[in-house]
């Protein structure tokens, strides 16, 4: 499906592309100050993930995320897109769905129960739409020049073989937006995951002894990126197993999801993982490099070396079966 095209916009530039046209000298700065906020949005409790009895990741099973992904590709969305459409995904669905239920039985009575199975079949019939909208905001906040029209969504749309019209796919767009409270998160895992692989790429001239080449880190950052895809898709598994190495025992549930949930909603921690992962698969071989990749993400994040490794060893065991 081809997608509309602002006019005379030029084509977004690659991660590499755009370090080699960087004066490090400068970006160092920049970084240092980047790198403090994200710290300290990893510390801050999640209490902004949680809303009335809800809990964040119930609504994005892996087949749901796999879609997400699916649509932004073929839209040729860029990567943050679709980190970004699951978050947006995850809060709506799960506000848009308690209050609907809210709605439903906020009076006792037999009728509830088949005016709510009328109301689950609806929500049923709009997850696409719902999806669409999702994806539609965030290419909004994170390219103008991909921006993905109402008509390109309802193209596709028609050829998923829905027939929703384009007033309709406004108002979902807004129906979405509204119920987050008109706000979108600041900055996803990719955020995060271009920031500590920057500076790492900073620091790889003093390591290797040689003159900065950025593609000698390029296939970090291709791999890291599919790395990151597998730990979306794979979340429940990835922390169920996180949550076993660190206590023994399995879960997490009842009060242990709510108190594990600042691990989950750490993208740093997160990010830290998956570019260690993707070091080890890369340069196993290559003397101690991945160990320094190792030592040098647990020295610029805070967080302990060992608990870097644990991550990284479970996205390993996940890979290998999906990238092999």
Partial sequence: M???????????PSFTAVLKNWDFRNLDYML????????????????????????????IPESVVELIFLISEKLEQPP?????????????????????????????????????SKVVSR????????VMSCIQLSSKFVTHYQVLSPKT???????????????????????????????????SPLVHFETLLTILIKDFEAWKGKT????????????????????????????????C???????PIGDQRIK???????????????????????????????ARVLIHLSSTTGIPKKDIYGLASILKKLSLGQLL
């Fill in 2 to 12: 081809e997608q509309e095209k602002i006019f005379a916009t030029p084509e977004e």
């Fill in 32 to 59: 240092q100050d980047w790198l403090v906020y994200l710290k300290i949005q990893s510390k801050m409790p999640p209490s902004g993930r949680l809303w009335k009895n809800t809990l964040p990741f119930l609504a």
């Fill in 80 to 116: 943050e897109v679709r980190y970004l459409t699951v978050e947006l995904f995850d809060r709506f669905i799960m506000r848009h769905f308690t209050t609907l239920h809210e709605n439903v039985f906020k009076k006792p009575g037999v009728k509830n129960f088949k005016m709510w």
């Fill in 123 to 130: 929500v049923q019939n709009q997850v696409l739409l719902r």
């Fill in 153 to 187: 969504i309802r193209q596709f749309l028609v050829e998923a073989g829905h027939s929703f019209t384009i007033t309709s796919i406004i108002a979902s767009e807004m129906r979405v937006f509204k119920t987050l409270d008109f706000k979108v998160p600041l900055s």
């Fill in 212 to 243: 900065y080449e950025a593609e000698i880190l390029e296939p970090v950052y291709g791999l890291g990126l599919q790395i990151l895809d597998i730990a979306f898709m794979s979340h429940h598994e990835l922390y169920s197993s996180l949550f």
């Fill in 245 to 251: 190495m660190a206590t023994g025992e399995i879960g």
């Fill in 260 to 290: 594990f949930l600042g691990v989950e909603c750490d993208n740093l921690f997160l990010v830290a993982g998956v570019i260690s992962c993707a070091a080890d698969l890369l340069y196993h071989q290559e003397n101690d490099l991945a």
